[in-house]
């Protein structure tokens, strides 16, 4: 399979270009090593053991090489983010130095590398660099807020979509079908349970219990559930409920090797919105690691097979995963934009809006996701209620579905099938 174009891309080569180091940062299997290979005159790869014992004992040699200098997997000798900082410090010319991580250390290193070092993430695939579909609706186009016509028209189903979220965003591992996927991707799950934890410098005492808390967070994929209640799930038919204090380094340990990246509450500033909730969505790094965990396949989901600790949730786990591969993939299209995404929730729950994608002047980009193909008045109330409460600091507003067309309603509200839409 050769090189897959990521969205991601277009940042690297912009920032190679301008600045002396940068590092690729997110889970393993994302194709980090192969988008900075592509652009590196040397590499060092810290995972292959022969080479990490040289560079070990000599660990000067890191920064020495035909530049762009790529440290693959950097973390497996934290030393080396120093090495590159001072570098930098003596001859900030750009294009010098890439990196690459799949966790942060357990032993920060001595200096942030702020001005110095610029940090990249890099997630699964998003549905557009997937090239399901040819897309006809630029995020960025909707945070330019000229509320253009939308159009363009897809094949995809309901049915496509549950596919693609079992077949993951990791690009060598989609390229799998039936035993070799799941086999896959139960691998990819041990790796993380069984050596990253340790490697990560979290000894996990009961890795079952540990499965059981992962699980019961799959459970809670596109939610805001209490800590508390996923631990509750976790422990379900289990004599003793694990203490926080055990719990607690685990949603840590899988912040730091990028295996959880959950959506943050939005907080305004150029608005007078009050009485916003503050909890944040759960999200996996990867919907298909979700519907792993919880045992279930396109056709169960399609079905509505249930699955997984009790967790309450409103709608379907389709539509909950749903959320959780759109989420992936405006994550990748806002990077783009220079823009992030965080979601909206009142605190007694009268309004919520699925993702918020923010400009850097605080304007925003309002998304709701629904598993259907129709759109109608109520979908879209939310949305109306936002457009009346912050006027034009909302720059544009749209429904994400399984449809087939892309258009604007009377409203102004658009509607975009999740495959149409692009960074």
């Known amino acids: 399979m050769g090189y897959r174009p ?13 600045l002396p180091a940068i590092s690729v940062e997110g889970p393993k299997a994302v194709g980090k090593t192969a988008t900075a290979s592509r652009r590196a005159g040397t590499i060092h ?5 022969g080479r990490r014992e040289v560079l070990d ?28 900082r001072r570098a930098v410090d003596e001859d900030p010319s750009p294009g010098r130095f890439l990196l690459t991580g799949s966790a942060a250390p357990s032993e920060a290193p001595t200096h942030s590398g702020a001005g110095r070092i610029v940090t990249v993430r890099m997630r699964p695939l998003s549905l557009a660099e997937r090239a399901v579909e040819q897309p006809t609706v630029r995020l960025a186009d909707l945070l330019a ?18 596919d693609e979220i079992v077949r993951s965003g ?5 390229e799998l079908s039936g035993r070799l996927l799941r086999s896959q991707l139960d691998g990819y799950l041990d790796r993380i349970v069984e050596r990253e934890f340790v490697e990560a410098g979290h000894r996990v005492r009961n890795q079952g219990a540990l499965r059981r808390w992962l699980t019961a967070y799959a459970a809670a994929s596109s939610t805001t559930t209490s800590y508390d209640a996923i631990r509750d799930a976790a422990s379900s038919g289990e004599h003793d409920k694990p203490a926080k204090a055990t719990t607690i380094p685990y949603r840590a340990t899988l912040e730091q090797l990028w295996m959880i990246e959950e959506v943050p509450a939005w907080s305004p500033t150029r608005n007078r919105l009050r009485r916003l909730g503050a909890s944040p969505v759960h999200q996996l790094a990867d ?6 965990l919880l045992g279930v396949d396109a056709d169960a989901l399609l079905d509505g097979t249930p699955a997984g600790p009790p967790i309450p949730r409103d709608g379907t786990l389709l539509g909950a995963l749903f ?24 605190r007694g729950g009268e309004h919520e809006v699925d993702l918020i994608v923010e400009r850097t002047d605080g304007r925003i980009v309002a998304i709701e996701v629904k598993l259907s193909a129709t759109v109608g008045d109520d979908d879209v109330r939310h949305l109306r209620w936002l457009a009346t409460t912050i006027g034009d600091d909302l720059l544009d507003a749209i429904v994400v579905t399984t449809g087939r067309d892309a258009y604007r309603r009377s409203d102004g509200i658009g509607v975009v099938p999740a495959a149409l839409l692009t960074a």
């Not at 990521?6 to 940042?11: L, Q």
């Not at 807020?145 to 549950?162: C, K, M, P, W």
């Not at 990791?170 to 989609?174: H, L, S, V």
């Open 6 to 18: 990521r969205i991601v891309d277009a940042e690297l080569d912009e920032l190679v270009g301008g």
């Open 45 to 49: 790869r810290l995972d292959d053991p």
């Open 57 to 84: 004992a000599a660990p000067e040699r890191l920064v020495i090489g035909e530049p762009p200098v790529l440290i693959d997997e950097w973390q497996r000798i934290p030393e080396s983010w120093d090495l590159v």
């Open 145 to 162: 807020g000229d509320r253009s016509d939308l159009d363009g028209t897809t094949s995809l189903t309901v049915e496509d979509y549950a």
């Open 170 to 174: 990791f690009p060598a591992i989609r």
């Open 287 to 292: 919907p298909a690691l979700a519907a792993r």
């Open 323 to 346: 959320e959780s591969l759109l989420t992936l993939s405006v994550r990748a299209y806002a990077q783009a934009a220079e823009a992030r995404v965080r979601h909206l929730r009142t």
